[in-house]
């Protein structure tokens, strides 16, 4: 049943002054400008404000129903949970020079890089040169937390000032890809960790561990997998893969999990953190439309459902056909013809290997060809 309106309440009082009046016209109340017509009307409009309110009241006293504020305000007091901020991305680069000339020296924290595109990052660890030492190793983060600064291999390859360093012939890169720069988390992926919480209270299970390491901000999904032994028992070893929303994730991103896990891990069980890598995929799919639909709109709009719905798996979950048939089911009420045989890649489920994380591109997601 929809709540009612103030157009409802305002039938209310009309009807009750048509039923019970007696000392006036009762038709007046539908005259407008008179005295019962303003008596009523305001009133409406002050129960609907109130009604209104009550209502948003009670809706943000539940996590469904919360949003924002009221959604930070009733976690931390029901959970003592917070939401995660922005993240900057974390990486590694190699500091390189072709002569020894310069002798020995470090370049140190602090120092500034910037990639191709000017997004500049900052070395977080020294790196030292012995006087023949020709590489040496810093781990650097992004200057801006969120998601755009992030960068693949191979872009960051410049000190911002060369001059300063202790050898001005240093030359830098990325050799692997950064990780772990996400934006602010949204509402509905802050409500979906929470709802694991409680689950996960009693710490030392596979849950726990994993909810522990999705806690860190930067970390988007992680699965928890036990050691077995030879014999099949415990090998008193957990295997946490993880990953960022790009299905990746940098050795310092795992630094930043295996620090976190003292809270959640079993005593005297190891956890391995191990880094995540993306497997990419295509989709195509062949829709029929009915006559008069808008197909144009609406093969965009497949589109874009099946991209977010592969790139929502978690690390090592698998791409059922199934599920993807479900996204696609979602459009018979817009006039979607859709079948068993609508989906012709993948042509099965599509399960990666232990520590990878399905994703797609939009343009390797086709709908009837395009």
Do not use: H
């Amino acid at each position: 049943m929809d709540a009612m309106t103030r157009l409802d309440y305002y039938a209310l009082g009309r009807q009750y002054v048509l039923s019970k009046a007696t000392s006036i016209e009762p038709s007046k109340v539908d005259v407008d400008g008179s005295n019962v017509n303003i008596f009523v009307g305001s009133t409406s409009v002050m129960v609907d404000a109130v009604s209104r309110q009550l209502a948003y009241s009670i809706n943000r006293l539940y996590l469904d129903g919360a949003v924002g504020e009221d959604l930070d305000r009733l976690v931390w007091d029901r959970y003592q949970q917070t939401r995660k901020g922005a993240s900057a991305a974390l990486g590694s680069v190699r500091m390189y020079r072709a002569s020894i000339a310069g002798g020995a020296g470090t370049v140190p924290v602090g120092t500034s890089l910037k990639t191709k595109t000017g997004t500049q990052y900052t070395t977080t660890t020294i790196a030292s040169f012995g006087a023949g030492d020709y590489t040496s190793y810093a781990s650097v983060r992004a200057s801006q937390a969120g998601k755009a600064p992030e960068v693949g291999a191979n872009m960051i390859q410049k000190f911002a000032n060369p001059d300063a360093l202790f050898d001005p012939s240093l030359q830098c890169n990325n050799d692997l890809t950064t990780a772990g720069g996400e934006d602010a988390e949204d509402d509905d992926t802050f409500k979906n960790r929470i709802r694991s919480f409680w689950l996960t209270a009693r710490r030392g299970t596979l849950g726990a561990i994993e909810q522990g390491a999705t806690s860190v901000p930067g970390v988007v999904s992680a699965r928890a997998v036990e050691a077995l032994s030879g014999g099949g028992l415990p090998a008193r070893i957990v295997n946490l893969y993880v990953a960022d929303s790009s299905g990746v994730a940098s050795a310092e991103l795992a630094g930043l999990v295996r620090q976190s896990l003292e809270d959640y891990r079993a005593g005297g069980i190891a956890v391995l953190v191990r880094t995540s890598l993306p497997l990419l995929v295509d989709v195509r799919v062949a829709v029929a439309f009915q006559a008069g639909t808008p197909s144009a709109t609406l093969t965009g709009q497949i589109k874009t459902a099946l991209f977010e719905y592969v790139n929502s798996l978690g690390v090592n979950d698998v791409l059922r056909v199934a599920d993807l048939f479900t996204v696609l089911t979602r459009f018979k009420q817009q006039g979607a013809l859709v079948t068993k045989g609508s989906i012709a890649s993948p042509a099965g489920d599509l399960v990666p290997a232990v520590g990878q994380t399905i994703r797609t591109v939009l343009s390797a997601v086709l709908v009837n060809g395009r």
